[in-house]
């Protein structure tokens, strides 16, 4: 069975930097694209960004563009979701998930993807 797990996530002070970490387990991940998701109190749980299973796309959301970056390793069955400039709005858990294509496709529509991590917590606050 796949098992996806997230790590990184942690306390920061608005401006700074984490980078997020999603290991794969039980299957190799490099025929599907990997997306981000987050969810922040009280609201719903949005797309972030996605890879595509070789790396060469990337897709994000309009309001993490400029700040956020997505890699992979395929090799360590690892990808990566490095955060920059990070503010408050940022605040959420933050979860990886595979999807059933190699592409990331046009949306972060959740019907597309078919494993979920548990999601680590990422707080930005001074």
């Known amino acids: 069975q796949l098992q996806l797990v997230e790590s990184g996530g942690g306390l920061v002070q608005p401006g700074e930097s984490l980078k997020l970490s999603c290991v794969a387990s039980?299957?190799?991940?490099?025929?599907?694209?990997i997306g981000w998701f987050r969810q922040a109190p009280g609201k719903a749980r949005e797309g972030v960004s996605c890879?595509?299973?070789?790396?060469?796309?990337?897709m994000y959301a309009d309001s993490v563009k400029g700040r956020f970056t997505n890699s992979r390793d395929n090799l360590k069955n690892m990808a990566y979701l490095h955060m920059n400039s990070l503010n408050v709005d940022d605040t959420a858990v933050y979860y990886c998930?595979?999807?059933?294509?190699?592409?990331?496709?046009?949306?972060?529509?959740?019907?597309?993807?078919?494993?979920w991590g548990q999601g680590t917590q990422v707080t930005v606050s001074s």
């Open positions: 998930a595979t999807r059933t294509a190699a592409d990331c496709g046009s949306d972060f529509s959740e019907v597309a993807y078919n494993y």
């Open positions: 039980g299957l190799r991940t490099s025929y599907s694209a």
């Open positions: 890879i595509s299973n070789g790396g060469m796309n990337t």
